[in-house]
């Protein structure tokens, strides 16, 4: 019988500091056996547990993006125990990992739809998952125009700055990278709080799919904005977080009402949501 | 279905010719109170018992277990580890229901728990009708009978100087025929049976409404009840350590010197840890919101999700809580407020 709370090996092959403050690193790892590798197939919207031995584990989402081969990554904020020990290793030491859980952005339902994708702080993991796949070769004819609206409380606190300035260059997806205060940074151009920015682009709710992801606070007041915009609960999909141990189902401690965020969740729509109780 | 009848004499050396070939677990009388404990000699169990303290569900799911060892930061040895042969002697109804119920949570389609499973199928669950519930039993209203056989591999009925045995399994046939004491069962034997089993049903007297439950709590979760309720509740989570269905554990990393295990420990919806996030933020951060979790889990949640109560009316909760919460009252105020 399989044993699913044995983490798979993975060495880590590259750390990137992301901000400013240093409390965000992303971690590129590899699996030490190629086995392990088959059996870890993910689609964007999934988390896996991060394993230290001798700190324990996190639920952490995943940052790649399953046409990234070879690899897999994750980025991660220093909180507590295990967060810290992650960002106390070097590169080249072995951690584990097992997964992946959860369930994925609803892709059957944004296929042929227009996307926008709402983003705020360093919970823009699995969004650019979703974005890097959907960008992805064959992949980018089956969704229709993707619209990108991501923001930081300073040009210092974005993750991922290399490949949005890239994202900003392409054609195929329109960019919107905002911070809360330029400070006369010279990029990214504009100014603004995410909701502000949503109202001023407008983008059109019709035939069109939101994810949205970010803090608390964010979603709090996007989500009139969407409304605003014609976008109907079951077209505005949301991850959430909820303490977690095991991740699949057992340990009892993630659920909201009769779900549980780690098997049923993390994506939810504000229709589900909605008929969920308010205790998150 | 084959029954077997013994004395009640032979009981204790049918249990000796087990110890040696089995770990054998039975209730053994401690100071104030009764536990499933391994016995080395038949003597040791305590066959006048109602039912023990605790749950006996950490045959299946300890209170602290082992999961992986390792060593300077890699994983050296993953369990589940070896416990060996184990007979459960003289479980009760209620708590083989709760086997059967923690069964849906740790052996389903989506993911098995290996730790469980091989526990549970190297396990022989030797069962044992209740003849005097305690006045605190309320399992006839969760629909299990206090006589009834199901999910035992052999089970046992006190009629007085004998011993009725029920041989349901081959598990339970294996075990018969290590000892040559047994008497095939006269009519006159089932009869007295079938007697102890409806006498010990008459005596439950407390009846709890458990259908409709579900359906009033599902518009309950705003209910200005649950404001008042927990009110007296220290948060010990005794009721919840004891409660042969609860499930929820914690996964910590113990180390010293660079070697260490992983262990999975008992939790519980009771405290508020529970469900804090390293941020501060705790979406049930009262106990108003904790004792919701644990009625609406028990009663509601569960029955969405797995089809079935989470309760089997053992009335550990009732007996054991500081504060004297009482589960059927919970019940009936819901039912009829
Ligand atoms: C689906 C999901 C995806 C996540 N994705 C990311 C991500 O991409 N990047 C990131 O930095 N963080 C992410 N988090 C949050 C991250 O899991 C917590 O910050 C982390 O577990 C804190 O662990 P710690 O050991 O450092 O903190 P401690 O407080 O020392 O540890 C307590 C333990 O409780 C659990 N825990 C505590 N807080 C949380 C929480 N908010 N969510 C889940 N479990 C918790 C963990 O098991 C943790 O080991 C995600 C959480 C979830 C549920
Ligand atoms: S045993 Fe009683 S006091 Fe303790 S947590 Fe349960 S209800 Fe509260
Ligand atoms: S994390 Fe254990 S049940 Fe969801």
């Given at each position: 019988m399989q044993n699913p709370y044995k983490p798979y090996p993975v060495r880590i092959r590259r750390i990137i500091i992301e901000n400013d403050t240093r409390d965000l690193k992303t971690f590129e790892l590899v699996f030490l056996n190629k086995e392990d590798e088959e059996c870890f197939r993910y689609t964007p919207g999934q988390f896996a547990e991060l394993s230290v031995y001798g700190a324990g584990e996190s639920p952490i989402g995943i940052a790649s993006s399953p046409t990234e081969k070879g690899f897999i990554k994750f980025t991660v904020k220093k909180m507590g125990v295990v967060t810290t020990a992650l960002h106390n290793m070097e590169e080249g030491q072995v951690i584990g990992i097992r997964g992946p859980y959860g369930n994925w952005y609803p892709f059957h339902l944004m296929e042929g739809k227009d996307i926008v994708v709402i983003g705020g702080g360093f919970a823009f993991t699995t969004l650019r998952s979703a974005i890097v796949y959907m960008l992805h070769g064959e992949n980018r004819k089956r969704f229709g125009k993707i619209t990108c609206i991501y923001g930081a409380r300073n040009a210092g606190e974005l993750i991922y700055k290399p490949e949005l300035k890239e994202w900003e260059e392409r054609s195929d997806i329109d960019m919107y990278v905002t911070v809360d205060k330029l400070n006369g940074d010279p990029w990214p151009a504009r100014e603004g709080f995410v909701p502000a920015v949503t109202k001023e682009i407008a983008p059109s709710s019709e035939n069109s799919i939101c994810l949205v992801c970010g803090p608390q606070i964010m979603i709090k007041f996007t989500i009139p904005v969407l409304t605003e915009l014609g976008f109907p609960p079951d077209r505005i999909i949301n991850s959430l977080e909820m303490r977690m141990k095991c991740g699949i189902g057992k340990c009892g401690r993630c659920n909201i009402g009769n779900r549980y965020v780690c098997k049923d969740g993390p994506i939810f729509s504000l229709a589900q949501l909605n008929e969920m109780p308010d205790e998150y | 279905m084959e029954e077997k009848v013994i004395s009640r004499e032979k009981v204790v050396t049918f249990i000796d010719t087990l110890i040696g070939k089995y770990y054998v677990f039975a209730p053994v009388k401690k100071k104030d109170f009764i536990s499933f404990d391994e016995v080395k000699s038949g003597n040791e169990v305590y066959l006048g018992y109602r039912n023990s303290k605790d749950s006996p569900k950490r045959f299946l799911f300890p209170q602290s277990e082992v999961m992986l060892r390792y060593e300077k930061g890699r994983l050296i040895e993953e369990g589940p580890f070896d416990y060996g042969k184990r007979v459960i002697f003289g479980i009760r109804p209620c708590d083989i229901k709760g086997f059967s119920l923690l069964n849906k949570v740790f052996d389903n389609h989506d993911f098995r728990d290996p730790y469980f499973i091989t526990k549970r199928d190297s396990i022989i669950l030797i069962g044992m009708g209740c003849r005097e519930p305690q006045t605190t039993c309320f399992c006839t209203s969760l629909g299990i009978d206090p006589g009834s056989s199901d999910g035992a591999d052999l089970f046992i009925t006190d009629i007085g100087n004998k011993y009725v045995f029920q041989i349901l399994t081959s598990k339970g046939e294996g075990i018969i025929s290590e000892y040559d004491g047994f008497n095939d069962a006269e009519k006159a034997d089932l009869d007295m049976k079938e007697k102890v089993s409806e006498d010990a049903k008459e005596r439950i007297r407390t009846k709890v409404e458990i259908s409709g439950l579900k359906e009033k709590l599902d518009g309950m979760f705003e209910d200005p009840f649950w404001s008042d309720l927990?009110?007296?509740?220290?948060?010990?989570a005794i009721c919840t350590y004891l409660c042969p269905t609860c499930h929820c554990f914690d996964i910590e990393d113990e180390t010293v010197n660079d070697k260490g295990v992983r262990r999975r420990n008992w939790d519980s919806c009771m405290f508020p840890l529970f469900t804090l996030h390293t941020s501060g933020h705790n979406p049930r951060e009262s106990g108003k919101e904790r004792m919701r979790q644990r009625i609406m889990h028990k009663f509601n949640y569960f029955v969405s999700y797995?089809?079935?109560?989470?309760?089997?009316?053992?009335?550990r909760c009732i007996i054991n809580c500081p504060v004297n919460m009482d589960l059927r009252k919970v019940i009936n105020n819901i039912n009829h407020g």
């Open positions: - | 927990h009110e007296k509740c220290i948060g010990c797995w089809g079935d109560t989470a309760c089997v009316g053992c009335g």
